[in-house]
């Protein structure tokens, strides 16, 4: 029965990579930045600071990309997180906006030691010029801090360029 498992598995992570290698001969990375506002909320009390960092992606599907942020605030604390996701990327039918969502998970590096959170959003991304987007993005979620959870939520834009191949 294991071993039936472990067939279905790797036949369907084979499947998968052949899909993805089918319809991207070659990833493509997108790079940018993020400036917003960020939310803390945590037993009663919560703090709004603003939020800035770079960014950058793998798309290694027409609509699937891994990425990860760098985000610096300044709440008390500066809190600094770093955080990667998973994206999937919605067709829009004639239309040049990309929509997406997104989700995974989060570090915060806080007086106090490393906390962990999940992050999960979405947003869209307005082209401006050909591989240049501005975003609009949403991102909220769980920080497991010590003896309580905070719940973050970030409103932010920036700037994304898609580099050509």
Do not use: C, H
């Not at 472990?6 to 940018?32: C, D, N, P, R």
């Not at 800035?52 to 990860?68: D, K, Q, S, W």
């Not at 030691?113 to 401006?128: E, L, V």
Request: charged share 10%.
């Amino acid at each position: 029965m294991k071993f039936l498992k472990m067939v279905l598995l790797l036949l369907t992570v084979y499947i998968f990579i052949s899909e993805s290698s089918q319809t991207y001969a070659q990833a493509k990375w997108v790079v940018g930045g993020r400036f917003g506002m960020s939310i803390y909320s945590a037993g009663g009390g919560s703090s709004a600071g603003l939020q800035f960092g770079p960014m950058a992606e793998v798309l290694f599907n027409r609509n699937m990309a891994v990425g990860t942020e760098f985000n610096i605030n300044t709440q008390g604390g500066t809190p600094i997180e770093w955080a990667n996701q998973f994206k999937y990327y919605f067709d829009v039918p004639q239309s040049n906006i990309k929509p997406y969502a997104d989700g995974g998970f989060n570090l915060f590096f806080i007086t106090g030691g490393p906390y962990f959170g999940i992050r999960f959003g979405g947003g869209a991304n307005f082209p401006i010029a050909p591989n240049l987007y501005i975003p609009a993005d949403l991102q909220l979620g769980p920080v497991f801090a010590s003896g309580s959870t905070v719940f973050y939520i970030a409103i932010t834009s920036g700037i994304r360029y898609e580099l050509p191949n």
